[in-house]
């Protein structure tokens, strides 16, 4: 079987990442610092000989994508399915003003609880279930090429942890990944069931090009 090689790439950092706030599903545009972010993770996949772009549909995803697709001359292939997770009615919002007005949501959320459904929002499981089966589409219609997908911090977290078997039905938490902005998780796939981990949040393009370290966007 050939190997197709996957690059799960966080968006740069945005304004709202700047903040402090959950994103959601709100169109939040990259920052200044987002688009450096951007440029250097564009020239860095541009060495992989990518040779298929998806991302999901938000605007700073869709921004952090195009950088690359310019370099490549390869389009981006929009997806819902790579959304962030619905905060519902924390979107927005800080940390301490989630917890202050839905503490119940607030804490389902950082205690990584799978299956809680945010008010007005969605569960981890249904991002993982929306997600994972977007994800198999594209790797079963690029058998041998090189993917990239470019997505958010949730959802790279649970793509993440389901390529690497560690989720199952009866799962009801799970740890949490960190992917900083523009961090690189780059996967070698044969199958389900042969999938090789290269590397898991690689900044070391922002670290030469941005002066951070591999924490310093979360």
Not at 180 to 193: H, P
Request: with cysteine; glycine share 8%; aromatic share 6%.
């Amino acid at each position: 079987m050939p190997t197709t090689k996957l690059f799960l790439v966080r968006h740069g950092q945005s304004a709202g990442n700047a903040e402090g706030r959950f994103g959601g599903h709100s169109p939040t545009p990259l920052s200044e610092l987002g688009f450096k972010q951007a440029a250097a993770a564009a020239q860095a996949l541009q060495k992989e000989g990518v040779t298929a772009i998806y991302s999901s549909d938000l605007l700073r995803a869709m921004q952090t994508a195009e950088l690359l697709s310019k370099l490549i001359d390869i389009p981006v292939e929009a997806s819902s399915a790579f959304r962030e997770r619905n905060v519902g009615v924390l979107e927005g919002l800080t940390f301490d003003e989630s917890k202050a007005a839905h503490p119940e949501d607030f804490y389902a959320l950082v205690n990584r609880n799978l299956n809680h459904v945010i008010t007005k929002g969605e569960s981890y499981r249904q991002l993982l279930d929306r997600s994972t089966k977007e994800l198999w589409q594209i790797l079963n219609s690029h058998i041998g090429g090189r993917v990239a997908i470019f997505s958010h911090t949730g959802v790279i977290c649970y793509l993440t942890l389901h390529l690497m078997g560690a989720i199952h039905r009866g799962t009801r938490t799970t740890p949490w990944l960190i992917t900083s902005n523009c961090g690189i998780n780059r996967f070698e796939v044969r199958n389900r069931r042969n999938i090789r981990i290269v590397a898991l949040n690689d900044t070391r393009h922002l670290m030469q090009t941005t002066g951070e370290d591999a924490f310093a966007a979360r």
